[in-house]
């Protein structure tokens, strides 16, 4: 299909263009496939929730490429918060970071804080080094499974996406949802990479 691409790695400048400029694309993450665009573009963001049918209130997590881009959002993080990150990044943990800042309401809905996650997988490590962070949620409509294949994501999403990346089947648990805040670290939801505090 014209809109779709079989690779990542070798795709990887046309996708980040795609993504840069606020098209909403479907790629396989360090998880499962995701629904991804710019961190930075609310109009495009707005498109995934209505794409998705996801509640307003519900914030996407956001993929990053190193710690420092935790200084995009204006989150600054003390030692010991640096050293907990250090410890489950690269990896399969979401972390969820006080974000007070009116700029990103776009982002964290209201709820003063945003999940991140570094991947480590390293074709979307690659392209968020181009692309800059990406947000990101699972390839199904709110209530629905996650789509496993492009064909099961062409199935939910059909044109209303721009672009997919078809790289097979994509079967990985969930990521494990963790928060820091106040000097305390907090499970939220163990996923495939079982985390202990």
């Known amino acids: 299909m014209s809109n779709t691409l079989d690779n990542m790695k ?25 629904l991804t665009t710019s961190a930075f573009l609310p109009k495009s963001i ?11 209130e519900k914030p996407l997590i956001i ?45 964290h809905r209201g709820n003063d804080s945003l999940a991140f996650r570094l991947p480590a997988k390293t074709d979307l490590k690659n392209l968020l ?12 409509p709110e209530g629905k ?16 996406v721009d672009c997919y990346i078809d790289e097979g089947l994509q079967k990985s648990l969930p990521s494990t949802l963790i928060e820091i805040k106040d000097g305390k670290v907090k499970i939220l939801r163990q996923g495939g990479e079982k985390v202990k505090i």
């Open 10 to 34: 070798i795709h990887s400048s046309v996708l980040a263009k795609k993504l840069k400029n606020g098209e909403i694309t479907v790629i396989p993450t360090d998880t499962i496939y995701g």
């Open 46 to 56: 707005e498109r995934i929730y209505q794409i998705k049918k996801r509640n307003p």
């Open 63 to 107: 993929l990053l490429s190193v710690i420092s881009d935790l200084s995009l959002f204006e989150i600054k993080i003390d030692k010991y918060t640096k050293k907990i990150l250090e410890t489950v990044w690269p990896g399969k943990v979401s972390v969820v970071l006080p974000c007070l800042n009116r700029r990103f309401h776009y982002l």
């Open 129 to 140: 080094k181009i692309t800059g962070p990406l947000v990101s949620t699972s390839a199904n």
């Open 145 to 160: 499974h996650s789509a496993k294949t492009i064909t099961k994501a062409r199935e939910y999403f059909s044109n209303s």
